[in-house]
Nanobody, 128 residues
Framework: QVQLVESGGGLVQPGESLRLSCAASGFPFRDFAIGWVRQAPGKEREVVSCISMYRNIVYRSTYYLDSVKGRFTISRDNAKNAVYLQMNSLKPEDTGNYYC?????????????????WGKGTLVTVSS
């Protein structure tokens, strides 16, 4: 069955960095776009970033929420069935549970409803 397992969350101070990892299994990983979805305390889930199917180095699309552009970088390694989210210059408003989610297609979506499988999440807390 489809499995998505996140790791790398933790407690950091504002301005510091974290790298989240998502290990995927149970489906043809290279055929699907993968997203990172965040749920902040008391708020609804939102797609923070997404990376499309990676047919070759030319064809690839990514999506970033406006508030993380320039600070977060998403990447994928199809040989390892893994997706990463490098988060730099973290802010307290980045705090939340971060979920790795499979998009129901090979291209990115900023719609939470487009995700069809989810990991259990990893908690990121940014606080001084």
């Amino acid at each position: 069955q489809v499995q998505l397992v996140e790791s790398g969350g933790g407690l950091v101070q504002p301005g510091e960095s974290l790298r989240l990892s998502c290990a995927a299994s149970g489906f043809p990983f290279r055929d699907f776009a993968i997203g990172w979805v965040r749920q902040a305390p008391g708020k609804e889930r939102e797609v923070v970033s997404c990376i499309s199917m990676y047919r070759n180095i030319v064809y690839r699309s990514t999506y970033y929420l406006d508030s993380v552009k320039g600070r977060f970088t998403i990447s994928r390694d199809n040989a390892k069935n893994a997706v990463y989210l490098q988060m730099n210059s973290l802010k307290p408003e980045d705090t939340g549970n971060y979920y790795c989610a499979r998009v129901r297609s090979n291209d990115c979506s900023k719609d939470v409803g487009a995700m069809d499988n989810w990991g259990k999440g990893t908690l990121v807390t940014v606080s001084s």
